[in-house]
T-cell receptor
Framework: AQSVTQPDIHITVSEGASLELRCNYSYGATPYLFWYVQSPGQGLQLLLKYFSGDTLVQGIKGFEAEFKRSQSSFNLRKPSVHWSDAAEYFCAAANYGQNFVFGPGTRLSVLP | NAGVTQTPKFQVLKTGQSMTLQCAQDMNHNSMYWYRQDPGMGLRLIYYSASEGTTDKGEVPNGYNVSRLNKREFSLRLESAAPSQTSVYFC????????????????FGAGSRLTVL
């Protein structure tokens, strides 16, 4: 069955520190890959997406993600975290024309 | 540009009551979706509508009905609410992107928090 896993339920980092959120997928073929962010009480906002081509994808708010086929991973990174980045982050995947499969989410806390 | 608008934002029901969650999008998207979000479970698809006039079940359709009223509007109805339906509900719409236009990229509403007592 198709699945998306996010191994870390909760991560805490200090403001200014670097961040990496992990995402792994299990699909027969490489799916389209996405990262969404959800601030408290808000809907989900698209951070970035990978369709094909360059394996390093740039997104909004200074985020980037790297697709690694050999590891079935699509990890999200940010060089320097800001307090406003505290939120929940969802990785998602979808095959051609099919509906999304979401991971369970990783909650990010930022220490001042 | 409002995007995806959901109403109401908050609702408290008693077991057995009915209610309808409304959703409208102004992006001319063909596809619309209803998800529920529960702690530790990510988002689960309840129903979706690939185009006006069609609806299909998602992962967790039991206890829900939907209506795709027109291209803009997609409503979710709980006929007899149960405590297990306490959740945050998100409506989304999508457009096809990518060189092969095979990726349904979702745009979400702000959510509707439903509590069933």
């Amino acid at each position: 069955a198709q699945s998306v896993t996010q191994p870390d339920i909760h991560i805490t980092v200090s403001e200014g520190a670097s961040l990496e959120l992990r995402c792994n997928y299990s699909y027969g073929a490489t799916p389209y890959l996405f990262w969404y962010v959800q601030s408290p009480g808000q809907g989900l906002q698209l951070l970035l997406k990978y369709f094909s081509g360059d394996t390093l994808v740039q997104g909004i708010k200074g985020f980037e993600a790297e697709f690694k086929r050999s590891q079935s991973s699509f990890n999200l990174r940010k060089p320097s975290v800001h307090w406003s980045d505290a939120a929940e982050y969802f990785c998602a995947a979808a095959n051609y024309g099919q509906n999304f499969v979401f991971g369970p989410g990783t909650r990010l806390s930022v220490l001042p | 540009n409002a995007g995806v608008t959901q109403t109401p934002k908050f609702q408290v029901l008693k077991t057995g009551q009915s209610m309808t969650l409304q959703c409208a999008q102004d992006m001319n998207h063909n596809s619309m979706y209803w998800y529920r979000q529960d702690p530790g479970m990510g988002l689960r698809l309840i129903y979706y509508s690939a185009s006006e006039g069609t609806t299909d079940k998602g992962e967790v359709p039991n206890g829900y009905n939907v209506s795709r009223l027109n291209k803009r509007e997609f409503s979710l109805r709980l006929e007899s609410a149960a405590p297990s339906q306490t959740s945050v509900y998100f409506c989304a719409s999508s457009e096809r992107q990518g060189r092969d236009r095979g990726a349904n990229v979702l745009t979400f509403g702000a959510g509707s928090r439903l509590t069933v007592l």
